[in-house]
């Protein structure tokens, strides 16, 4: 089956630095679009960063200045960089990849399980 997988995730104080990782185990990383989502207790999901098959990025405004999204197709993975951290980033982020079409074929767009991000002092 399918699957992302982050890691990285973990108990940071207001200022400091994480870096996620998300390993896409499929076989067309390479052409889908990618985004980190988060969601903070009682919060809707909400979209942080998106990264496409062209390396073109966007972010949150929320995050824009602090956080960096990239990939690495050689490794099948998604990085999200994070400084100048927040109590307010304080979240379970979530790896995605978008749908697309490939080859004749639909790929729906799919979840990681999560990685928790705490900001505090």
């Known amino acids: 089956q399918v699957q992302l997988v982050e890691s990285g995730g973990g108990l940071v104080q207001p200022g400091g630095s994480l870096r996620l990782s998300c390993v896409d185990s499929g076989a067309i990383f390479k052409v889908r679009t990618m985004d980190w989502y988060r969601q903070a207790p009682g919060k809707q999901r909400e979209l942080v960063a998106t990264?496409?098959?062209?390396?073109?990025?966007n972010y949150a405004d929320s995050v824009k200045g602090r956080f960096t999204i990239s990939r690495d197709n050689a490794k099948n993975t998604v990085y999200l960089q994070m400084t100048s951290l927040k109590p307010e980033d304080t979240a379970v982020y979530y790896c995605?990849?978008?749908?697309?079409?490939?080859?004749?074929?639909?790929?729906?767009?799919?979840w990681g399980q999560g990685t928790q991000v705490t900001v505090s002092s």
């Open positions: 990264i496409t098959s062209g390396g073109s990025t």
């Open positions: 995605t990849a978008g749908e697309t079409y490939y080859s004749g074929s639909y790929y729906s767009r799919k």
